[in-house]
Nanobody, 119 residues
Framework: QVQLVESGGGLVQAGGSLRLSCVAS????????MGWYRQAPGKQRELVAS???????NSVDSVKGRFTISRDNAKNTVNLQMNSLKPEDTGVYYC?????????????WGQGTQVTVSS
């Protein structure tokens, strides 16, 4: 019974910045992994960046050096600071949380927040 609430999406010009936030609620334990995926029109959803409770980060090559993912384990919050935004960053960004209990994976998704980068 985990709910993810996203915020921070919007419209920005190329070169600008946005900060996405996602708060997970309804669980006692901190998610093992939290991250952000995005989906552009007509394309598959792809991982943007994720971070484990221990601080291990994965990210797609196209955002390295521009996006920074961070989390607050105590608050079950994950943030994505997006700088130097490009039009190709446009898409719906989804927050993802994963928990592992007794070898079973539980995954939850936010409703998505639109990020639009204009040229």
């Amino acid at each position: 019974q985990v709910q993810l609430v996203e915020s921070g999406g919007g419209l920005v010009q190329a070169g600008g910045s946005l900060r996405l936030s996602c708060v997970a609620s309804g669980s006692i334990f901190s998610p093992n992994v939290m991250g952000w995926y995005r989906q552009a029109p007509g394309k598959q959803r792809e991982l943007v960046a994720s971070i484990s409770s221990g601080g291990v980060i994965n990210s797609v090559d196209s955002v390295k050096g521009r996006f920074t993912i961070s989390r607050d384990n105590a608050k079950n919050t994950v943030n994505l600071q997006m700088n130097s935004l490009k039009p190709e960053d446009t898409g719906v960004y989804y927050c993802d949380a994963q928990m592992f209990r007794f070898g079973v994976k539980y995954e939850y998704w936010g409703q998505g927040t639109q990020v639009t980068v204009s040229s």
